[in-house]
């Protein structure tokens, strides 16, 4: 029986994982990578040190306009699935209170064995390989796909469209791929910068720039809370930074292109209650009379920050007040070569949930980040790459006459 022929267009995680289930369900399989060598954004994650996936999941972690489809989605090929897969590749990973690492600590380890893994299932690997456009096949005794770059003409079953977005500095990241898709009739939602840095509105953020410290960060949208979160703030010349920022920063560049007014609030004691910070405060002063109010937050944050919160000279009572909520009006975020991922994309309703396949557009799938879901910080935007990139490699070498028996829900 003849095999499958499936192209894959990116090298990324998804594209990678694709490759490697549709080459374990017997088809042939060739990966299109426009960069000199595949894996690029897997080297940059986690800071280089590759959070593969997280052991908490729960739909709270992605954003989507579709979220209950995203959610439907990644129960398909879940976290304890993703762990396996890996350690079956030889990986071993590590538990760093959720989060799921390569023992190494090295993302080059991840990129390593999915391209070793590559090799050894016979894939073929084309580097320096631009797609310009995906032709549905008009040849009767062809019902495929052309896939056509700048030097060849390739000829697929099927077409996994995992090409990533545009999002972070890493040479390739271009967001080529949504044009692929609006040139086959898919319908998108705005792609925007997620998982980054927020600009404020004020003089003073020179004054604190280069300050870490604790807190936490609540946003609101018109006065009413939308999201919040808590770890280490980065402060900024610009702005604010740091995890807690990352986390809330998709629906506040949604938001934001909504025309929606938004301030941060940050807490920079989020263990106190503001009353029984007032009473910590006025107890500080009574021990040490002597001091002036700069003099007395000295010992619990860095001293630019302390000349931020003391600007002034407010009461005991206005200065608690600033610690505990402390509002940042936010103008933006920074540029999509600054985030981590991307917001928008594809939209879900465009594919079937079980098998990634196009619901209007039989043979062509997708996977990754160039669909409309984002995942907080943590693994999650890795955990969609390695769901969607399964799923679809596994059905796209399966085709047809082996998924009769599968429900479709559209």
């Not at 939602?189 to 927020?198: D, E, H, S, Y």
């Not at 920063?249 to 301030?263: D, F, H, K, V």
Request: aromatic share 8%.
């Amino acid at each position: 029986m003849k095999k499958r022929n499936v192209c894959i267009i990116g090298g990324g995680a998804s594209g990678m994982i694709a490759a490697l289930f549709a080459a374990k369900e017997g088809a042939a399989v060739t990966i299109l990578e426009h960069n000199d060598k595949v894996g690029k954004k897997i080297l940059a994650t986690g800071n280089g040190r590759c959070n593969l996936t997280n052991l908490y999941q729960d739909p709270s972690c992605y954003h989507s306009s579709e979220q209950d489809r995203a959610w439907e989605i990644l129960q398909q090929f879940d976290v304890q699935q993703t762990i396996r897969f890996f350690s079956g590749l030889g990986l071993y990973t590590r538990n760093k209170n959720g989060g799921i690492y390569p023992f190494s600590m090295q993302a080059q380890s991840v990129r390593d064995v999915l391209e070793l893994e590559a090799r050894q299932e016979k894939i073929k690997i084309k580097c320096k390989e631009h797609v310009k456009e995906i032709i549905p096949s008009l040849k009767e005794d062809f019902p495929g796909f052309q896939v056509v770059t700048e030097t060849w003409t390739y000829e697929a079953d099927a077409v996994i469209l995992a090409c990533g977005s545009r999002a972070s500095l890493v040479e390739g990241a271009d967001g080529s791929g949504y044009d692929l898709a609006k040139k086959l009739g898919l319908s998108m939602r705005k792609p925007l910068p997620a998982l980054v840095p927020l600009k404020g509105k004020g003089t003073y953020f020179s004054k604190w720039a280069g300050i870490r410290t604790e807190g936490k960060i609540s946003l609101f949208a018109a006065g009413r809370l939308v999201d919040e979160a808590a770890g280490e703030l980065q402060l900024t010349e610009y702005g604010i930074s740091g995890i807690p920022v990352f986390q809330v920063s998709s629906q506040a560049a949604r938001l934001l292109e909504e025309g929606i007014s938004l301030t941060a609030v940050l807490d920079f004691m989020p263990d106190f209650e503001e009353q029984a910070l007032l009473e910590f405060l006025k107890g500080r002063q009574q021990a040490r009379s002597y001091k002036n109010q700069k003099e007395l937050l000295l010992g619990i944050f860095p001293k630019k920050l302390v000349d931020v919160l003391t600007e002034g000279k407010p009461d005991l009572e206005t200065l608690a007040g600033r610690i505990k909520r402390f509002p940042v009006k936010i103008k933006g975020s920074k540029a999509m070569e600054a985030a981590q991922v991307c917001s928008g994309g594809v939209l879900l309703k465009n594919i079937r949930p079980k098998t990634m396949e196009c619901a209007d557009l039989p043979g062509l799938y997708l996977a990754g980040e160039i669909l409309d879901v984002d995942g907080i910080c943590g693994g999650y935007n890795l955990q969609w790459a390695w769901t969607t990139g399964a799923l679809a490699g596994i059905h796209a070498a399966r085709g047809k006459e082996k998924r009769s028996c599968l429900e479709f829900n559209s």
